[in-house]
């Protein structure tokens, strides 16, 4: 039985009958998009270390800076357990929810993928300021919440405009660049977090939260200057001299007519949409269920392997097994510096392997790091034992394979996946269900994540391993492949699939015709 598909000969001459190249102009534009990923990950690079931190933990959460004292009587994996300092780290990813679900899609399907950047920017910095200047801890919470608005829309545009600028058979790269700025701004964050934290006056927590307005406003006043994607001007009903004339300017030639007239056609094939009921099309209709299952799924297990509760919590984690503050954040910079440089082999690999191919294999690493790392605390640590250094440093070298793992596969491509399947006269709403669906994910594993170490302890990551076994099973039988495949004609590919097929194939009603007042 086939599980998957592959493009074949079909994708590749829908790439020769395009042309073009990659130009400097477009180059240009998507680095300066990508920075939406490095505000992202400044932010997790910057919660996990400032939640370590000994003088922002005795200002706003005493009681945790108490069982990190000798002689708490706390066991090993419960010293950081509080809902209220979960609640900092999460508050962020539940405004960033409501902001996507509520505003984000609407305003990038309507007014396009540049002004929601700018949106975006602007509240990034917003949060940035009264984060590093907050005297209590409602005060953070607001800052984080700022962030989250921040992000809300920074992630529904970035994605959707990567995927939309690059040529066909560089798609993957350029779409992963999103992630590996993410990578940068988590260094750049682990990377302030070490040198602040030996601040002596102990105020490197504000300095630490408040440089998230470095990576904020690149990216505002960069999406100031940025050409809006022609798909964007085509779904707004710009004129097609106008959308032909960028798109010439993108690709770099004269003879673009056939890719425009592949976009155009995507544009509300069936002549019912608009900017309003763009969700309720991938509710209701079947030929959008295979969509709507990867915008579900891929995001939400991408949050089950833990790696945002290692990103919010390696320093924390770290701790737990034994080693001081600064050698906690020290580590944590190498394996941030790692996973950056596998997320940059991943924008290499992409288009030359297929997706399937690395999240299969990616899925595989991360799970026998996970059992390893499960293990050895589980044998060594135990709740009230103490770890060698040996074993530290094997957990260290495990947590950066498993980083690895993630960074080169699921990392990079739950942003790229979602956000090329969707057909242009749904895609914003598509996006917004992938970043309502990571960010549901993100809160729960973000806000938990402590709590569960404490109760679980060691036993936690044989159940994130557990999802790990399940995701990769979901890619192997459900993901087809799409490389080198144009963003507009992907849709053809679910009618290839062993599976999908059954779904997409099955005719609908056709929509009913508007009544005449």
């Keep these: 039985m086939a599980v998957g598909f592959t493009g074949g000969s079909g994708g590749e001459d829908q790439q020769r009958r395009y042309g073009g190249r990659v130009t400097a102009f477009a180059a240009l534009s998507c680095v300066t998009a990508a920075m939406g990923g490095a505000i992202f990950g400044y932010d997790i690079g910057t919660a996990g270390g400032v939640s370590s931190m000994e003088p922002f933990l005795r200002e706003f959460f005493p009681e945790v800076h108490r069982r990190m004292q000798a002689g708490a009587g706390v066991g090993n994996y419960c010293k950081f357990d509080s809902q209220l300092l979960t609640l900092f780290t999460s508050s962020l990813y539940v405004s960033g929810l409501l902001t996507a679900v509520l505003l984000a899609s609407w305003f990038t399907a309507r007014h396009g993928r540049r002004p929601s950047m700018i949106l975006g920017g602007l509240a990034y910095l917003a949060g940035a300021a009264v984060s590093g200047g907050a005297v209590n801890v409602y005060m953070a919470i607001l800052g984080r919440a700022l962030l989250g608005v921040g992000l ?91 959308v032909k004339a960028m798109l010439q300017k993108i690709r770099g030639i004269d003879a673009v007519d056939e890719e425009l007239d592949d976009i155009v056609a995507a544009n509300d094939p069936t002549g019912q949409a608009t900017d309003n009921n763009g969700l309720h099309m991938i509710l209701s209709r079947r030929r959008y269920r295979p969509q709507l299952a990867m915008a579900i799924l891929i995001p939400s297990f991408t949050q089950l392997t833990g790696i945002n509760a290692i990103g919010f919590y390696a320093p924390v984690l ?9 050698e906690a954040l020290l580590s944590t910079v190498v394996m941030v510096i790692v996973s950056s440089a596998s997320t940059f082999a991943s924008m290499f690999l992409v288009d030359r392997f297929g997706r399937r191919t690395l999240l299969l294999v990616g899925g595989v690493q991360m799970f026998v790091s996970e059992v390893l790392i499960g293990g050895i605390m589980a044998a060594k640590l135990r709740d009230q034992g103490q770890i060698t250094r040996t074993y530290a440093l094997a957990l260290i070298i495990l947590i950066g394979v498993y980083s690895t793992g993630f960074g080169w596969s699921w990392g990079p491509l739950s942003w790229l996946v979602p956000s090329e399947i969707f057909p242009l006269e749904v895609r914003s709403a598509g996006q917004s269900i992938t970043v309502a669906s990571g960010f549901v994910f993100t809160i729960l594993v973000a806000q938990y994540f402590l709590a569960m170490l404490c109760r679980f302890k060691a036993w936690l990551f044989f159940v994130f391993a557990g999802w790990i076994v399940a995701m990769t099973a979901f890619v192997y039988l459900f993901l087809p492949e799409t490389k080198g495949i144009p963003i507009e004609q992907i849709d053809k590919v679910w009618g290839q699939h062993w599976f999908w097929k059954g779904v997409v194939t099955v005719e609908e009603p056709p929509p009913a015709a508007p009544q005449k007042l």
């Design 152 to 242: 809300g829309f920074a992630n529904q545009a970035v994605p959707l405009y990567l995927s939309e600028m690059a040529p066909a058979r560089y798609r993957g790269a350029f779409s992963n660049g999103f992630q590996f700025s993410l990578c940068l701004g988590a260094l750049a964050a682990t990377v302030v977090n070490y040198f602040a934290q030996k601040i002596k006056a102990g105020w490197g927590w504000r300095l630490s939260l408040g440089l998230a307005a470095v990576p904020a406003v690149l990216l505002t006043v960069g999406a100031m200057f940025l050409p809006e994607t022609p798909n964007s001007l085509v779904q707004q009903g710009r004129d097609r001299g106008e």
């Design 318 to 326: 770290l701790r737990t097994i034994g080693l001081s503050e600064s």
